[in-house]
């Protein structure tokens, strides 16, 4: 059974359908790169996996459990999947190391000491050991978006989403997240990333999703994929952003 | 003409003057507790209430906000005893002073909810966290400091507004003063001397408010 399962997922604002009938599956391990224009609904795919949006119609399944059900314990479905946010968000009025250390504290009951050495493990991944006892406001762009990945990581989670994490830094800083990513992707986790970084998604993903006016509209591995797109709406998206 | 000031009646009466300012400390301890505690529940009702919830919390906020302190007392000291319900002048005063820091509290405290961006919400949701634990852990602390120095100057006027509730004889520091000034004429030094009671009182509440801004919000 595939780890993401989404099958005809209708999600709509209002009287606006963001997505419309997308149906998605990522296997365990997999790497894949979803693509599109602003407003073709990559983000919200992202967002109705952790339960962060609900849908209107369809079916999500993540890791065994139905994510669209009114019982569903989403709670325990968001301690297994990790989401890195654009903005980073990570709190201001905690330390590096109480933002890592709060959920494993408070949600895993982790005593203090172990999450300690669970924050500097998280850390360690994301080259940022010597920053534990630093503050949010005292880190570049690059470094806070940096313990956000660490603070997701503390979770141990089985898949990790990632929406447009490198597009609010600033382009000499984009290098060290993705280099972040690619470390992860050679542990073997399961991620699922949106994101404008053509040249990474050939290099890192599996595959690449490319979503338009809310639907799946093409995929496929991704260096054939970008390189030999089928349809003519990819075309146009990837002469775009490419040129 | 001359005018020989005489302080020495004044602080003869330092007993009266000693009772009234505990009554006025005790007023303003149990005002700020009763009536943050109202405004911290008037202000998540408002925040994550429902429709009907919001609108019966925002009619006591207009309804107190738009009325003097004074008239509400006098109706509650006053007013209740007409229908039955009769309080004596120190339970009249703190349950209306803590009604009152009650309203303007509430929307204090909502527009710390507010200042809280939606994302760090998600971001708290997205990690396990419960409702109740975001809220504690995630958004209570830097609300608060946002609303910090508006609750902290709510709470000084609050202090000196008890002074309003010597009209319905409760023996506060101003009751004493007026029974003082009634005893030996001396208007302008009892009112001066109490004056500069209530400075030094506010200016110590601000002090221990910073002192309390600086253990709460100091990194470590």
């Known amino acids: ?243 | 003409m001359t005018y020989s000031f005489q302080f020495r009646d004044v602080f003869a009466a330092w007993e009266f003057l000693l009772d009234g300012l505990m009554l006025t400390l005790l007023l303003s301890a149990v005002t700020m507790v009763a009536g943050l505690g109202i405004g911290a529940a008037g202000a998540a009702a408002k925040v994550y209430g429902g429709p009907w919830v919001r609108r019966i919390v925002a009619g006591y906020v207009e309804a107190i906000r738009n009325t003097p302190l004074i008239v509400q007392l006098f109706l509650v000291f006053f007013g209740l005893p007409g229908i039955g319900i009769k309080f004596d002048a120190e339970t009249a005063a703190m349950l209306t002073l803590s009604v009152n820091l009650g309203a303007y509290s509430t929307e204090i405290l909502r527009a710390g909810l507010e200042a809280i961006p939606k994302s760090q919400l998600e971001a708290g949701r997205s990690l396990g966290l419960s409702g109740w634990q975001v809220f504690r852990y995630v958004v209570f602390f830097p609300a608060l400091k946002v609303i910090y120095p508006a609750l902290a100057s709510q709470l000084v006027l609050l202090m000196l507004a008890t002074s309003v509730v010597s009209q319905i004889s409760a023996e506060d520091l101003f009751h004493a003063a007026s029974i003082i000034q009634s005893r030996t004429f001396r208007d302008f030094e009892v009112y001066a001397v109490v004056a500069v009671a209530y400075l030094a009182l506010a200016l110590i509440f601000r002090a221990l408010f910073a002192l309390l801004h600086h253990l709460l919000f100091a990194r470590r």
């Open chain 1, 1 to 243: 059974m595939s780890l993401v399962d989404l099958s005809n997922v209708v999600k709509r604002f209002g009287a606006l359908t963001v997505l419309d009938e997308a149906s998605l599956n990522v296997e365990q391990g997999e790497i894949v790169a979803i693509i599109g224009r602003s407003g073709s609904g990559k983000s919200t795919l992202l967002r109705c996996i952790n339960g962060l949006e609900a849908i209107q119609a369809g079916r999500i399944v993540v890791d065994g459990t139905v994510v669209n059900e009114p019982g569903t314990d989403l709670r325990a479905l968001r301690q297994r999947v990790g989401i890195v946010f654009q903005s980073f968000n990570l709190f201001p009025h905690l330390s590096v190391e109480r933002n890592i250390t709060l959920a494993p504290r408070v949600v895993k009951h982790v005593p203090n000491a172990q999450a300690r050495e669970l924050a500097r493990v998280a850390l360690r991944k994301v080259g940022l050991e010597d920053k534990i006892d630093a503050w949010p406001d005292q880190l570049s762009g690059g470094q806070q978006q940096r313990v956000a990945i660490a603070r997701s990581l503390a979770m141990s989670p089985h898949l990790m989403l990632f929406d447009e994490i490198t597009s609010a830094l600033d382009p000499e800083l984009v290098g060290e997240v993705l280099k972040v990513l690619e470390e992860m992707a050679r542990e073997g986790m399961t991620m699922m990333l949106v994101t404008h970084e053509m040249g990474f998604a050939r290099r890192v993903a599996h595959r690449v999703v490319f979503m338009h006016h809310g639907k799946v509209w093409e995929q496929g591995p991704a260096a054939q994929t970008l390189a030999k797109p089928n349809t003519p709406e990819l075309e146009t998206f990837l002469s775009a952003v490419l040129h």
